[in-house]
């Protein structure tokens, strides 16, 4: 008989933004269960989570080891199928191998680890042992992004010529205070790895730009600084000129100090036939431009775009729930496939995907304002 | 110690949008479980729902009378705690007045009832029995629209001088076929009551318009019109004419078969001191417009502005599935603070705001062209 | 030998807007000038207007009569050709009557005239002399305008059912100064007329409605008001249910208190096949949304939209002066035709267009709530 | 006696684009008349243009040497007071010189010369003479970026950190035939100079982004590319990274292959307490944004912003032509102050601007990756 399948989540403690975003988007589509997690190493605090998540206490562990290590010794039929890692970047490594050496699927956060070493550990680790890895890029997973892929892939704008990424957010423009959880890891180099801004969302906008074209950038040249103090000496702006495979060009702008920004995460491709630009902000529209008539505004389960990755008829806005919970239930059915020996065409963010993360986001420190080869 | 609170549900088979809907907003936050449903009268379809659902066939029931007396035999750290109603409009009121009579809340979809007896039934009961009733006007719960609420509330309008309610849909713009399960239904006077495009979404514009003022429509004047055949004259498209209790008045337009349009629910209240403007498809931003300066364009949490609503950052998109959970949470909470014998101050839409409703649809087909009193 | 077409200008003191706009776009397409003008009755002032207009003082004559009268008797190789009239509503009849009766082209403000027998006095004196009569119903000679004329009457839409014409201003949503010259004799029933709000903007609705569709009102049904103290009762706000000759149904919302608006002018249209929406505002862009597929959203002038009543490259805004340039050009014209007995089709709004934007005025007045025929 | 200030124009014959607007413009606010012009060679089209623009034929010169050297001849009265060019790049210095050294006023389009000894030329002429000079960058002159500059001259932006100017163009994005005047003498290097792309429009981008923040740019390193053939290797894309005299960075890409897009300028500027977005399609809005309150929409002239640079009332679009006319009145203001000897503070750009973009572009095109000063 189906089952839901059960994740047991690392991170996301009381304060945690992306845990509890984490939590919502599991469970959305209804396949997914928590029944454990190693939210806190605060004993106090993770009785708490415990009660607010109608856990019981003796599922929330206090390390990540004692889960995994605990929940391999359950019966099958309860243990925690998957371990679902949203903390600080230092430790997605060390979490996802211990994870995966104890017979466990994993879905990771990005940016996927610190070094281009530890990520291409765990891309062997995964091809050894055939678990199943998803990486949390989820702006792939909106519908208008992948009709976006499908367009290009089906030569609608022709051949690529001009890549924009832009993402632009405000929220660091000012100097982070002790209580702000997410902006003093983000800025700490020791729990965010060598790059703040480029590492945190310029590394969306490099993955953005390869997973809707299907083109890999081939070089670039950055040119980043640090603004604000106490960041010890992290970007938290910059731009990255940008040259592809094909002959394509373009840049990425990124900016955490990007005052009024919300999450202004944004990308334009121009072909030789036609063009595309899609805002995060406003996920439901496609635009397509053409030189030669009108542009026309695509949206979501409009006379059935992108309909297989809706939940709603258009009009009824869905937003980044929904496109994080695609990536979940995606990652759920092929675990499902795997524990059934079944085959499975999946759709996510592989461990892959995260390697050239990882490699983008050291060229762009290392670039320093010359061109280095991705 | 704490727990879920446990949900059955009446309609939602395969095929239902609303269902599907209803069953993810409820599960968003993680405090709702769905228990059992009597979500079709087809056996094997039944069994295929209980499969889909994680459900133990069982509480699958085969009518809404089965399950609210097999519930009700249930222990009662088991059995259901609401009944949650997302039928055609035609039965919503017997299915209320059955699971209040068992000891039941209850959350229904809007219209509440076809006839103003039967919505002023419901309200009596409600008020006989206690039992916490929560009507789905999903609207009125988008964050921006609370937002909205308060300053009005608050005076940052001044007096309203004129209130314009919009909604705008296409989808019923050609004749339904028999597969349109969603059009069928809602065109048919048995099962959608005396309007169709009034009773379905102008009563939308209606309820948004006196949630977001606090004030009442005193009179209306009406036009409307069937446009396609096969809907037994039920309006599809109309106008109404409105006077507000303090002198305000303004006008609500709702087609179905306005080409080309989604959901654009849209509202404009304009005071002696500035004006609001809101749209459904574009729910994050709420636009305040003055003559002695800029308009300023608010958004969902930035800046803390409906924080309390919200459950992303600002610029991370929410929409309708959130708006629909923030009234199954709230109505949730209200049950719990009944069970636990708790004050509660709920936010939610109640059975007085469903015999307003079922009264503004009346008023409106009673209108033919004319003014009458509401 | 090609001559410019010469101008003489009643109205447009200083002070005045309309008058300074008239002059700009009637000279912008370099084939009409100012030759002579009664702009103020203040000879002071009327110095002072030579000297700005570069006019030789005494081409300013101190009223309408002598202008007509005194460049009458001057030789055919330098009198003026026609007379522009933009003072207020309530002397623009007995001056066209007078030009016209002087052998001169006349091109008119709206609304035309107070009453519906002045109006049909124009029309019969147009009639009788031959002479070319424009109405400056200018935002029908903005190109989206046209282009979404076109799409109309080319069937694109197929059969039309909706209409929504509206027109939100806020400039006069507090009592007005008396230095406030705009606001003082608009909300003067011996300058303005019956009719306030309707009269001045209700009316571009109601006339931008019938000329896109190419469809009457057969009926309508209102709802007006006067929300600020000082206006003699005139309506300064208000809705019209519509009814059209082909079944078709709407509304018109005009007011002048909508605070925070502009200048808001909008109109949708809805058919059988497709709908169009096009915003005064933002005048560059006509959308076209389908059932069946994306919006689309033409450009002034992009891929050749719109090219013949362009002057600038699609991306290069153009705007009011433009679009009332367009009248004054195929104005010009028209007169050039007359003078040569060369035929001529012109696309200006004519002296019936007059007559039944006052009619429509009257209606609305009469109307008090009830449906009239218009 | 006030008179009007007479224009003999250079280039802008049949089939031109910029002269028509330059005409246009010139004449709007009605204080300058065409007098004469060096429009064509051709002596055929020569009389066509005279009679077109209703000028006697004597004053329609074959070259610019012959107008400036009649010009010189006609009396005091007659004669055209100044020189307007808009022929292709290579001859703006010759002519600019030419008539400067027959005491004509100079107004110029950009980018002002091909070589940057050519601009400093121009520059040493200007000082030597005291003749006023305007450089054409008309997007300065629209009236919400000069509230824009007056905003950040007034500290509400903090300190910049972050300029990003994008001038996306799709008119190139295929080979240009030759009855494409306009995109045939762009893409000769012998009429274009060493860059088309960057030339033509990031210069523009250049130019805003110093006009607006008063700040140099110190630093650039560009990345530029010719896709389509038969442009002789002329740059018709790019991206060029940005560092401030003041520390901020940024980055400006421009392309004329970015398929789709019409003239879409667009700047934003993020200082340490708000951000501005300003977008040449929507010239209107000038959006400032910050961290802790709403966004502020500010429109031309509501609430007088931006009034002294205004025509018409807010909501009555203005354009292209407007921002084009701002600067030849300020310019004809200018030479009339210097005629009669009076202090004029002039708004429009200068020569030494122009210098200014010449070297832009050389720095754009020596950097080839490398970051070079400016």
Sequence with gaps: MKRKIRMGLVGGGPGSFIGAVHRIAARLDGQIELVCGAFTRDPVKCKAMAQELYLPEERCYASYKEMIECESKLPAGERMDFVSICTPNHIHAEIALYAMDHGFDVLCEKPMTLTVEEAEALAAKVKETGLVFALMHNYTAYPMVRVAKEMIANGDLGEIRRIMAEYPQGWLADVVTEENKQGSWRTDPATTGISCCMGDIGSHAENLSEFITGLQISELCSNIKNFVPGRSGLDDDGDVLLRFENGAQGVISASQVAIGEENALKIRIYGTKAAIEWRQEDPETLIVKYNDGAARHFRRNWAGCGAKWSRLPAGHPEGFLEGMANIYTDFAR????RLNGVPYQSEF??????????????????SKGSWVKL
Excluded: E, L, Q
């Design 334 to 337: 092929a675990i499902d496939a």
């Design 349 to 366: 963010p592989t461990v892959f995907d995260g390697v050239r993360g990882v490699k983008f986001i050291h060229a762009v420190v290392a």
